[in-house]
C-alpha cells in the first residue's frame, strides 16, 4: 500500500476524467473548423435579409464557434432564434434551442443545457409530425444531436443509465437514416459510459467501433478522439508506451485541426501520463500548457482538471499543502456545475492527501463523502480507491477489524471491474390459454332451454287436437301425452350426458387453472431470483468475513498470556457470532419467503407488517428486473404510515399481488425518462390501504374493465400471461378487501389495494 500505487489509482481516475469531461464526449457535435469556412458564414451574413437564410446563417456561425469562444455562439444563436420566432422559421429555432445546450453543456450549465436541449427536442418532433414541414429530411439528424446532448448531460451529473438510454435512442435513428457519423458517436458515447462503469471490454468494443465509422467517413477530427480513447483502455493497464503513442497521435491530427480545446485536452491527458510514469519535468510541462489554453477560452471543466492534475505533481513531490489548495479550487468548479461525478473524485482525493498529513479525522470524512456519493452514481473506480484508501485509515488508527471489512469490499469490487461476467437472463416460459366458462355454460343453458321449448310447443298442439271431440279426442290426448313423456324422458336424458359433461370439463378446467396459477407463481419466482441472489448475498458475505474475523481471534486468543487480553478477544468472539446469528437469520428469512411465494398451498393467516412486506418486495422486484431488462433504472419513493396496525393475512399470497403491481409499474415505466414508482401505505378507522403508483404508460380507457379478466394481458405475446392482476384481484377479495385502479393513457397508473383489519 505505498504511496505510489495510491498516486497511480488517483492518475488513472484524473486522466479518465479527463478524457470525458475535457469535450471528447462532444464529437457528436464535431465538424472541421477553420478559418475560411467562418469567414464564409460572415460573408453570407452581410447579404442576407431578415429571411430563413439568415436564421440559418447565424445557427451556423453559432456551431462553429461553440467550443472555442462560447460567448460568440450563444449570441449567434440568440439572434437566431429572435428572427426564427419573429418569422415563425420552427426549424431556425428548435436549432438555436440545441446550439445554445451545446454551448451551456460544453461550459458546465448542465440544468440550464438539458432545458434548452429538451426545447429543441420538444419542437423537432412537432416539425416531424407537422404536414406543413417542407424538409422533414434534416430532423433526423438533429434529433441524433440532441439525444447525444442530453446522453453528455445526464453523464455529467453521474446518472449513467439515463445517458446510455439516450446514445442508445440516437443509434437507432442513426442506423434507420444510415447516418454513419451518428452511428459513430453513438458507440463512442456509450463506450465512455461503459469506461466510468468500469466495463473496459464493452467500452473498448464500442471505442474499435467508432473509430472504425469514422475512418470510413474520414473524419479526422473524430479519429483523433477515437485515439484518445483507446489510450485511455492502455493506460488503465499501465501500458504507458502505447498510451502515450495514442495520445500523440491524437495531438498531432487535433493541431492540425486548430482545436484549442481537444488541445488543451490532449496536453493535460499527456501529462497524467508522465505522472504515473514518474516523469514529473515532462508532466508539469505538459499540464502548465493545458492550463494556459483552458484559462484563454474560459473552459471551467479544463481549468478545474489541470488545476487537479498539477496538485497530483505538488502531492507526488510532499507539497501537501499548495496541493490541497489547488484540489479544493476545482473541487468549487466542480460544485459550482453540479458535476457530481468529478465532486465525488475531488472527495477521495482531498481525503488521500489528509491521510499524507496524518490527519484522519478528516481524511475520514472526506473519503466516506466519496464513497457515499461515489455508490449513489455508480462510480466503480472510486468505489475501489475509497475502499483502499480507508484500508490504510484503518490500519494506521490500529482499526485492523475495519480494516480488514474495507480490504474484503476493495478486492471485491476490483475483481468485479476487471472480471465481470455476463449475467444470464432467467427465461420464463410463458403461456396462452384461452377457455371462457361462462360461453361454455351460456351455450348449455340456450340447449336446455331450446329443449324445453320444444316441449311446451309439443304440449299445446296435443291440447289443441282435443277440440275433435269424443273417443278421439281422449285418444289423441292419451297420444300425445305419451309421446310428451317419451320426448320429456329423452329430454332429461341428454340434459343429464350435458350435465355430466359440464362437470367434467369444470373440474378439467378447475385443475388447469390451478397449474396455471403455480406456474404464474413460478414464473413470478423467476423474476424474483436476480432480486433474492443480491439480497441474500450481503447476509452471507458478513457470515463468512465475521466466521473469518472470528478464526483469526481464536488464533489470537490460544497464544495470548494476558488475561485483559483474553477477556477482550472472548467479547469480541461473542459479539461477531452474535452478527453471523443475525445475518444467518436474515438469509434464512429471505429463503423462507421464496419458499413461502412459490408454495402451491393456501397458507394460514397471521399478524403482517405490511410496511416490512412493502419494502422487502420492492427491493426483490427492483433487482429482479434491473437484472432481466438492461439498464432499467427508475426513481423509488416510498411513504410509509406510521404505527401501521399489523393485520392478518396469508403472506405469501399478499406478497404475490404487491410483486405483480410492482413488476407491472416496472415493466409501464421501463422506456420512461424521469421513470417513477410510489409505494404507499395508509391507516384508516377499519382499513389498511396500499398504494401502488407509477408515471409510466397508462392504461387506455376502454381497457380497464378487462385488466381483471383471466388471460387478458396488453403485453406482447410471449410476455405476459394475462393472470396475474386476475389472481390478485381474486386473492384481495378472499382477504375481505378490493383493489380498484385510477389510470390515465400517458401519464401513470395507480392501484389501490384496501385490506380490513
Not at 446563417?57 to 440568440?78: C, G, H, K, V, W
Not at 446522453?151 to 440516437?170: C, D, F, M, V
Not at 471485491?412 to 471491474?417: A, G, N, Y
Amino acid at each position: 500500500m505505498d504511496s505510489k500505487v495510491k498516486i497511480n489509482d488517483s492518475m488513472k481516475r484524473a486522466f479518465f476524467l479527463l478524457i470525458i469531461s475535457a469535450g471528447l464526449m462532444l464529437q457528436s457535435f464535431a465538424q472541421k473548423q477553420g478559418k475560411n469556412k467562418i469567414d464564409s458564414l460572415f460573408t453570407v451574413l452581410k447579404t442576407s435579409g431578415p429571411d430563413t437564410a439568415k436564421v440559418n446563417t447565424l445557427n451556423n456561425l453559432a456551431y462553429e464557434f461553440r467550443n472555442n469562444n462560447p460567448d460568440t455562439a450563444i449570441y449567434f444563436a440568440s439572434e437566431a432564434k429572435a428572427l426564427g420566432i419573429k418569422l415563425n422559421y420552427k426549424m431556425g429555432v428548435a436549432d438555436s434551442y440545441l446550439f445554445i445546450a451545446i454551448v451551456l453543456n460544453n461550459h458546465g450549465k448542465l440544468e440550464e443545457a438539458l432545458k434548452n436541449n429538451n426545447i429543441a427536442l420538444g419542437l423537432f418532433d412537432q416539425l416531424l409530425t407537422s404536414e406543413k414541414t417542407t424538409s422533414k429530411s434534416k430532423i433526423p439528424n438533429q434529433k441524433v444531436k440532441s439525444y447525444n446532448n442530453i446522453g453528455i448531460i445526464y453523464s455529467r451529473q453521474g446518472n449513467y443509465p439515463e445517458a446510455l438510454k439516450n446514445y442508445q435512442a440516437a443509434l437507432k435513428i442513426s442506423e434507420e437514416t444510415g447516418n454513419k457519423n451518428g452511428i459513430a458517436n453513438s458507440y463512442n458515447n456509450s463506450g465512455i459510459i461503459h469506461h466510468y462503469q468500469g466495463n473496459y471490454p464493452e467500452a473498448l468494443k464500442n471505442y474499435f467501433a467508432a473509430l472504425r465509422t469514422w475512418e470510413e467517413i474520414g473524419d479526422k477530427y473524430n479519429i483523433a478522439n477515437s485515439y484518445n480513447n483507446i489510450a485511455i483502455i492502455y493506460e488503465r493497464q499501465e501500458n504507458y508506451p502505447e498510451a502515450l503513442k495514442n495520445l500523440y497521435a491524437s495531438l498531432k491530427i487535433r493541431e492540425e485541426l486548430g482545436d484549442k480545446k481537444s488541445i488543451a485536452a490532449s496536453h493535460n491527458n499527456i501529462g497524467t501520463v508522465y505522472i504515473n510514469q514518474g516523469n514529473n519535468p515532462e508532466a508539469l510541462k505538459n499540464l502548465s500548457i493545458g492550463l494556459k489554453i483552458a484559462e484563454e477560452i474560459g473552459d471551467k471543466h479544463l481549468t478545474a482538471f489541470s488545476l487537479n492534475n498539477i496538485a497530483n505533481i505538488l502531492s507526488d513531490q510532499g507539497n501537501y499543502s499548495e496541493a490541497l489548495k489547488n484540489y479544493f479550487a476545482s473541487l468549487r468548479i466542480f460544485e459550482e456545475m453540479h458535476d457530481e461525478q468529478n465532486i465525488a473524485h475531488s472527495y477521495y482525493i482531498i481525503g488521500r492527501i489528509y491521510i499524507k498529513q496524518n490527519k484522519n479525522i478528516e481524511a475520514s470524512h472526506y473519503l466516506n463523502k466519496a464513497l457515499l456519493l461515489a455508490k449513489d452514481i455508480g462510480s466503480s473506480e472510486d468505489i475501489e480507491n475509497c475502499y483502499f484508501n480507508l484500508v490504510t485509515l484503518d490500519s494506521t488508527q490500529g482499526n485492523f477489524k475495519k480494516a480488514l471489512e474495507h480490504y474484503k469490499l476493495f478486492i471485491t469490487t476490483r475483481d468485479s471491474m476487471f472480471n465481470k461476467e455476463n449475467t444470464k437472463k432467467i427465461t420464463q416460459q410463458q403461456m396462452q390459454f384461452e377457455f371462457d366458462k361462462k360461453q361454455v355454460a351460456d351455450s348449455l343453458k340456450f340447449e336446455k332451454e331450446k329443449e324445453t321449448g320444444a316441449l311446451k310447443l309439443q304440449k299445446q298442439k296435443a291440447f289443441t287436437y282435443t277440440g275433435f271431440a269424443g273417443v278421439a279426442l281422449t285418444l289423441l290426448f292419451l297420444f300425445f301425452i305419451y309421446r310428451g313423456f317419451r320426448k320429456q324422458k329423452r329430454s332429461n336424458h341428454i340434459i343429464e350426458q350435458t350435465n355430466q359433461e359440464l362437470h367434467k370439463v369444470n373440474n378439467e378446467l378447475k385443475e388447469t387453472q390451478a397449474q396455471l396459477v403455480q406456474q404464474e407463481k413460478l414464473a413470478s419466482l423467476g423474476a424474483l431470483t436476480a432480486g433474492i441472489a443480491h439480497e441474500i448475498k450481503n447476509p452471507l458475505n458478513f457470515v463468512n468475513n465475521f466466521a473469518e474475523l472470528n478464526n483469526e481471534l481464536i488464533d489470537e486468543l490460544e497464544n495470548s498470556r494476558d488475561e485483559e487480553e483474553k477477556k477482550v478477544l472472548f467479547q469480541t468472539i461473542k459479539q461477531n457470532l452474535s452478527k453471523i446469528n443475525e445475518h444467518g437469520k436474515r438469509a434464512d428469512g429471505i429463503v423462507k419467503s421464496m419458499l413461502e411465494h412459490s408454495r402451491s398451498g393456501t397458507g394460514e393467516k397471521q399478524p403482517t407488517d405490511i410496511n416490512r412486506l412493502c419494502d422487502e418486495y420492492l427491493n426483490l422486484a427492483y433487482h429482479g428486473m434491473r437484472a432481466n431488462v438492461k439498464d432499467f433504472n427508475c426513481s423509488m419513493e416510498r411513504h410509509f404510515a406510521e404505527n401501521l396496525p399489523k393485520i392478518n393475512v396469508v403472506q405469501q399470497d399478499i406478497s404475490r399481488v404487491l410483486l405483480n403491481l410492482i413488476n407491472n409499474a416496472f415493466y409501464a415505466i421501463k422506456d420512461k425518462p424521469g421513470a417513477t414508482l410510489t409505494l404507499t401505505t395508509l391507516a384508516t378507522a377499519h382499513s389498511v390501504i396500499i398504494k401502488v403508483k407509477d408515471n409510466g404508460t397508462g392504461i387506455p380507457g376502454h381497457l380497464k374493465q378487462k385488466i381483471f379478466e383471466p388471460f387478458f394481458t396488453t403485453k406482447p405475446t410471449g410476455t405476459g400471461t394475462g393472470l396475474g392482476l386476475s389472481l390478485s384481484f381474486d386473492i384481495i377479495k378472499a382477504h375481505g378487501g378490493k383493489i380498484e385502479v385510477n389510470s390515465e393513457e400517458g401519464k401513470g397508473t395507480e392501484f389501490i389495494i384496501t385490506l380490513p383489519v
